[in-house]
C-alpha cells in the first residue's frame, strides 16, 4: 500500500504541550505507513531538537509569527500554499492558532485532500481584547467549515466549541495530550533529591512547591508569586520555585521585590529535568487562567504529587477536587492559598491525595497511546 504524506503545521517550537506532542508525534509515526513533515516559524526554543529527528522534511516559514501582522500573515499564506502545493499531502494536520488558521487556508488552496487541526486550548480567552477575540471566533467557526477533523485534548474544549458554534459534533474527536509516562518515572526515581536541593539552595526539612511553563498571561505568573507571599505567612519553611521563561518575566521579578520575598522564590529559567523538580516537590500548583488540558500537571499526577490549580477548561478532568489535589475558583488568589498552606501544614492529606493521584492517570494519556490513536484517524480518514 501507498504510504501517505502528513504534514504537521505549527507556528512555533517553544516549550510547551502543544510542541511537545507534535515533535513526538513526527518523530514516532509509523514510517511503513507514512511519509511525514513538519513546518514551523523559526525561533523556537526547540528548533534544534526538530532539526536531530530523522526521516522527515523540517522546513521553517519565516513569515509564520504568533502576533497579528497583516502583511507577515499574507506572506505566510502565501508560502504556506506553494510547499503544500509542491508535497501534495495527504493529510495536513495543524496545531496552535495562527497555524491552525493560515495552515488550513493553505491546505484549503493546495485542495489538500484531508485537513485536521488539533485544539491544545482554544487561541481566544476572556482577557483579551473584545475585538481580537470575536475575531479569532469567526475565523474558527469559517475555517471549521471545510475542516474534516477537529482533534480536541478535552472534552470542555469540544463543548465549548460547540457553544460557539465551531465545527460540529460529528468533526470532534477526542484525544488526549500524551505524556511520556515510563521517561518521566524513569527520570524521577535516578534524582538525587539532595543533591538538587543544594544545587538550588534549598535546606532539609523546607517544603517545596513547584509549577512550570512560559511567562506568560495564560499561565499567570505573577499570581503564583502572590499565592506564595500569602502561604509565606503562615507556612514559613516553604520555597516555590518555577521552571520556564517569558515576556512576563520582568513583572515576576518586581513582585517578587516587591513582596520582599526573593529569598524564597526562585525562577530558574527554562530547564530539561522537569520530572527531577516534580520528583523534588511537595506540591504541583497551576495558576492558569485557561488550558486546554494541562499536561504538567497529568507528569505531577504520575508522581505521586497533588495538585492545586485553578478550575477552567480541561483542568477538573484530571484534577479533582478533594482526591488528587483541590480545585480553585479561577482568580481566587485567598482561597488558593488558603489551600495550599492547609495542604502544607497536613502531611496526612499530602499523603491521601498523593495516594490517588498516582491511580488517576491511565494509559488514555500515555504519548505512544496519543500517536496511535492519530495514526488510525489518519487511516480511517483516508480509508473511510
Partial sequence: MKK?????????????????????TVEHLDLEKFDVGLISGPGGIQDDAARKIENIKLE???????????????????????????????????????????????????KVPVIIHSIHGFGFNPYQNFLIRWLFITLEIFIAKFTDILVAVSQENIEQGLRLGIGRREQYVLIRSGVDIGTIQTSARATDLSALRKELGIADGTKVVFSAGPFKLQKDPVAFVEVAERVLKTVPQTVFIWSGDGELRPQVEAKIRSLGIGASVKLLGWRKDVPALMALCDIFVLTSLWEGLPRSAVEALILAKPVVAYAVD???????????????????????????SMLLKDPGLRGRLSASAVKSIDSTFDIRGMVKAQEGLYSKTLHP
Avoid: W, Y
Fill in 4 to 24: 501517505a504524506k502528513v504534514i504537521h503545521i505549527i507556528t512555533m517550537l517553544e516549550l510547551g504541550g502543544a510542541q511537545g506532542n507534535t515533535l513526538f
Fill in 60 to 110: 521553517f516559514v519565516p513569515n509564520l509569527v504568533r502576533p497579528i501582522s497583516p502583511i507577515k500573515d499574507f506572506l505566510c499564506l502565501l508560502e504556506l500554499t506553494k510547499i503544500l502545493k509542491r508535497e501534495a499531502p495527504d493529510i495536513v494536520h495543524t496545531h496552535s492558532s495562527k497555524a491552525g488558521i493560515l495552515g488550513r487556508l493553505a491546505a484549503r488552496s493546495a
Fill in 314 to 340: 480541561g483542568v477538573p478532568e484530571i484534577v479533582k477536587d478533594q482526591e488528587n489535589g483541590f480545585l480553585i475558583r479561577p482568580g481566587d488568589k485567598g482561597g488558593f492559598a488558603a489551600k495550599l
